[in-house]
């Protein structure tokens, strides 16, 4: 058992309808028949939406994405139309809200990795393989592979872990021409932001896009290359066979599985509320991120 301790109740803004509620997003139609994304302030572990909030962490998101979205113009289109609030709206959503063209999504978690941790490591000690790719042996925690690969996984739904999947079984599910595109498209994109972000003193573990297509046009969606769906690494603290600081939840994570917290991971009770200190050090983090990718300050 997992997912939100508290679902959240849908704001109700006047010509918008909500479609959906997510880990972080609500998703909402216009009148238009555009997408209007709403990144919260919630954050998961665990295939859990905690009962705690990291202020700020949704503008973050946004703010990183759509700057990603402009280093990446050239080799991608992204669904963003506008950043204007709806009228009506809030106010907390200025900053979080994008408007962006309604894509028919393609069902598939598209994974780029150019180390090797996470579920790529565990498959790699079982098999030697990731997704079914053949790797040399001799990798360990944190070890650079010989080049990025596309490891693509299945969409899972609230409180479930995507499911790696082979790039064949991709091609039998969207085509092989669509596969071919999805994988084409991945690796050129986390090439670009691999190079980008070693610029700036910060290793790219992996990463995950979601695209869709308007008409024939592969159009990359969603968030892009933030905190929550990339590990991002201090390179000047690197070294591979121990699991690596990162720019992301794992204050969160490493509480949880803490004495301090009193929670059984496996157990089917909900994770309790973060405590202050550990809400402002993730905070920290993810502002963090941004001003180092970005260069701007954070404010």
């Not at 028949?33 to 919260?40: F, R």
């Not at 995950?208 to 024939?216: R, V």
């Not at 973060?274 to 991120?289: C, G, N, S």
Request: aromatic share 8%; hydrophobic share 40%; with cysteine.
């Amino acid at each position: 058992m997992s997912g939100f301790v508290e679902k959240p109740e849908p704001v109700e803004v006047p010509g918008l309808v909500h479609l959906h509620t997510g880990k972080v997003r609500d998703l909402y139609r216009n009148e238009a028949g555009d997408l209007v994304m709403v990144a919260s302030d919630r954050l998961s572990a665990y295939d859990w939406v905690l009962p705690t909030e990291i202020p700020d962490k949704g503008r973050v998101l946004t703010q990183l994405s759509l700057w990603w979205f402009d280093q990446l113009a050239d080799l991608v289109p992204h669904h963003v139309l506008g950043t204007e609030l709806p009228e009506g709206a809030p106010e907390d959503w200025a900053g979080r809200t994008l408007v962006c063209k309604n894509l028919e999504m393609v069902p598939v978690e598209c994974v780029a990795r150019g180390y090797l941790t996470g579920s790529g490591l565990l498959e790699y000690r079982e098999s030697r393989t990731v997704c079914g790719l053949a790797l040399p042996e001799g990798l360990v925690d944190g070890s650079e592979l010989p080049a990025p690969i596309f490891t693509p996984a299945t969409k899972a739904e609230v409180g479930e872990h995507d499911e790696n999947v082979s790039y064949e079984e991709v091609a039998r599910k969207v085509g092989a021409d669509v596969a071919a595109r999805l994988r084409q498209t991945t690796l050129a994109v986390y090439g670009r932001a691999r190079d980008v972000a070693r610029d700036r003193g910060i290793v790219l573990a992996d990463t995950k896009f979601e695209f869709g297509f308007d008409g024939d046009r592969l159009v990359i969606a969603d968030e892009v290359l933030t905190p929550d769906s990339s590990r991002f690494w201090p390179a000047d603290a690197w070294e591979p066979g121990r699991a690596q600081p990162s720019y992301d939840k794992q204050f969160v994570r490493d509480w949880l599985t803490s004495d301090a917290s009193g929670w059984d991971r496996r157990s089917e009770q909900p994770p309790p509320a973060l405590p202050q200190e550990i809400v402002e050090a993730t905070r920290a983090k993810y502002v963090e991120a941004y001003e180092r990718l970005t260069g701007l300050h954070w404010s």
